[in-house]
């Protein structure tokens, strides 16, 4: 019975995910990648913050803050901040199916990194299978056209693997995590958000004073 469970959970999560590239590109026509993370930031916040009142986990956020800040504080400005803010900007940059094709080689980048970090062994069909799913990181980046190595936007390809070594490195750092698992989002998006506004903030001054 929970393997059914735990099966439908990540179909579910699978096809939730599969609508991400779209509602990005939606909603990025109308905000910027930082007015994104922010608002996106806020809702995420309150929603959790529901979420533990409602399973009487409200008293435990302070205590495992404490008793953790500095750790808590770096997941925290890793995923979400600066993951989503990476993020944003590589899918306002590329089209929706080369940002998610390329963001989706993050499970790639933390099979090579639990590797290193956390010592997992790497079986030979393992690499056969990482490089054959980078290599499709390629097509799809250059539109199949390899030999020149032309990419839409170069920018945006490199940020796009850089999200993917960001969310791989939160995950890694998030082994070592005794907290529960709907506390420790919160207070990410807790630490993240009030740096999301202040970078809302000084985006909108920066464009009032350039117009």
Do not use: H
């Not at 026509?29 to 994104?36: G, K, L, N």
């Not at 979420?51 to 205590?63: R, S």
């Not at 807790?190 to 903030?201: E, H």
């Amino acid at each position: 019975m929970n393997e059914r469970r735990a099966l439908g959970f990540a179909v579910s999560a699978v096809l939730l995910w599969s609508t991400v590239a779209t509602a990005f590109k939606l909603t990025l026509a109308e905000f910027t990648p930082i007015q994104m993370l922010t608002v996106a930031s806020i809702v995420s916040t309150l929603a959790l913050i529901a979420i533990c009142y409602y399973q009487g986990k409200l008293a435990t956020i302070l205590p495992t803050l404490t008793a953790n800040p500095w750790y808590f504080f770096l997941l925290g400005l890793i995923n979400p901040f600066a993951y989503y803010v990476i993020l944003f900007k590589a899918y306002d940059l590329l089209p929706a199916s080369q940002a998610q094709a390329i963001n989706y080689s993050w499970a790639i980048t933390l099979t090579m990194m639990a590797a290193v970090f956390l010592g997992q062994k790497i079986r030979k069909q393992d690499w056969l299978a990482c490089t054959l799913s980078y290599f499709g990181v390629i097509v799809i980046a250059t539109r199949g056209n390899l030999l020149a190595l032309e990419f839409e936007s170069p920018l945006g390809v490199g940020l796009a693997l850089l999200s993917t070594l960001l969310w791989a490195g939160y995950w890694i750092l998030n082994t070592k995590s005794k907290a529960d698992p709907v506390v420790g989002v919160l207070l990410g998006f807790l630490i993240a958000t009030p740096f999301a506004i202040a970078l809302c903030v000084i985006e909108g001054a920066s464009c009032k004073t350039s117009l």
